[in-house]
């Protein structure tokens, strides 16, 4: 069903997120006949620019990823008819984003329903908001909507974060403010739900009682590229921790809610965030990737980027071990990782399993009979493994590991999406179950808090080789609870 008629402003008309992943998602989803015909696109930015310019521009640009196969949005051509539709509603507005004239602008081509996207460096997300607040256009009347979306990353530290909020519903309401996290975009972390609540085998174990640790890991292998500005004084953590590996940690492990309504699902997850447990430094590694071997091709160590400080103390790296004080989870660790220049490319969950029992089957060695894993696969297979133990073959009664592995594309015709197709069709149709709610983000920030001062306050992140699976404390820290990281390759 198409969203309902909607003006879409975006702010950063000109930016990367607006090329790479807003354009490539309009474009599908007006490929599967989900915009409405009467949708127009604003774009806003401070740079000269025409209605003309800014399509040919975006024209040209989505052209580009049919010869780039590492962009997020890759296809062999464009469909003319999907991006004639995009194309021909998108406009161009010259405007300062301070300048409370620019908002008198755009307050003369909203009609009715408006989505405000703010596709902008987060130093402008509250002085928008603001504006857009005192120019009046945040009123709602007439059963027209209008909705902010506002990008990551969302404040700096709890402090940032609750200053961030108060600004921002001191001129919306909470149900106006969707807060993107792109992670939730993603296929197969919305599976989560789908495995665990639609089906009667995995939840009753899904718990203390059978669960030994869970092991969340976002591993990448491309270094921080271009974006040396923007990543020094954030690191792998601010990036990556409290947002992205906390919603998957939501979803893996918050309780069943009560319906997939909004609330129902936002509350379980500001719930099982709150029960986080403030980490503590002695339980988190940081790292910095030095320089190495990136898929056969040397690569410079992270202070050697564009960009870097020459003695850069920020970690491109993070692990963490997390304690969740609730009925279901406490004494299971939940053992946290990210990092650039790893190995591989792996974004999954992995649930350990406690073993059976006793041992009946004494003729296999200990080591060599497997734990049962549960593997929630996101990046870049999406699909589920399961690993456990089997009969080898034989006269003899010896066990073998065997694992069974559920592809998405393999059941599924899977549907082009570069994850912000559904957040954006979401956001349309007033659904914020996916977005994060205000509570949940402060909860998440606090949980971090004590590594946010700690590492804040000095210290060195410890070296490891590009291409490899990250600093040695991070084995270190499982190690000492009698656990190992799965490998990456
Ligand atoms: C972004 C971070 O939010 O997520 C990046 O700022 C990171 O540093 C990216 O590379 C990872 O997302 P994905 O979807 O590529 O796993």
């Known amino acids: 069903k198409p969203a309902p008629p909607c003006t879409i402003v975006i702010f950063g008309a000109g930016g990367d997120l607006t090329k790479r992943l807003l354009m490539p998602a309009l474009y599908n989803l007006a490929g599967s006949r989900l915009l409405d015909g009467t949708t127009t696109i604003w774009g806003v930015d401070h740079t000269d620019g025409s209605d003309d310019s800014w399509r040919k521009n975006l024209s040209d640009t989505m052209e580009s990823f049919t010869k780039d196969e590492t962009a997020e949005f890759h296809a062999k051509h464009i ?45 402008f997300f509250a002085p928008i908001v603001e504006h857009l607040g005192q120019a009046g256009l945040l009123k709602q009347g007439d059963g027209a909507f209008r909705r902010v979306v506002i990008e990551k990353p969302f404040g700096s530290d709890l402090a940032s974060a609750q200053e ?82 906390f919603q998957l940690l939501c979803m893996t492990a918050m309780e069943p809610p009560v319906s997939f309504d909004a609330e129902a699902v936002r509350t379980e997850k500001a719930k099982l965030v709150q029960a986080v447990q403030p980490v503590q430094p002695g339980d988190a590694v940081r790292g910095q990737y030095r320089a190495g071997t990136e898929q056969g091709r040397t690569v410079p160590g992270y202070r050697d980027e564009p960009h870097v400080a020459e003695d850069s103390r920020t970690e491109t790296y993070a692990a963490l071990k997390l304690t969740i004080d609730n009925w279901r989870w406490a004494g299971v660790p939940f053992y946290l990782r990210t990092g650039k220049r790893m190995t591989a490319r792996r974004t999954e969950i992995a649930v350990h399993f406690k073993p059976a029992p006793y041992r009946l089957f004494r003729d296999t060695p200990v080591d060599q009979i497997a734990p049962n894993i549960v593997r929630i696969m996101v990046d870049p297979v ?25 592809r998405e594309g393999d059941f599924f015709r899977q549907e082009p999406n570069v994850g912000y197709e559904t957040l954006l069709y979401d956001c349309l149709s007033g659904d914020a179950t996916l977005f994060q709610r ?37 084995d270190e820290l499982l190690a000492r609870d009698g656990r190992r990281w799965l490998p990456l390759d």
């Open 382 to 406: 999406q699909g589920m493994t399961t690993e456990f133990n089997a009969k080898v073959p034989g006269p003899s009664m010896q066990l073998g590991a065997v694992r069974s592995t559920f």
């Open 438 to 474: 205000a509570d949940n983000i402060e909860a998440s920030w606090a949980a971090v808090e004590p590594l946010v001062k700690a590492w804040g306050a000095g210290g060195d992140p410890e070296p490891y080789e590009s291409g490899s699976a990250g600093p040695k404390a991070a």
């Open 79 to 123: 469909d003319p008819t999907a991006w004639g539709f995009v194309r021909d509603r998108l406009h161009y507005l010259k405007g300062d984003f301070l300048a409370p004239g620019t908002y008198e602008q755009i307050g003369e081509k909203i009609p009715g329903n408006a989505v405000f996207y703010l596709a902008v460096a987060a130093r």
């Open 164 to 245: 961030l909020n108060k600004r921002l519903l001191a001129v919306a309401d909470e149900s106006q403010l969707y807060r993107i996290d792109h992670f939730l975009g993603k296929e197969t972390v919305q599976s989560i739900m789908a495995i665990r609540f639609a089906n009667g085998m995995f939840e009753p174990i899904w718990r203390r009682d059978f669960v030994d640790h869970v092991q969340i890991t976002a591993a990448e292998t491309i270094g921080v590229e271009e974006r040396g500005a923007f990543y020094e004084p954030t690191g792998a953590l601010r990036d990556m921790v409290p947002n992205h590996l």
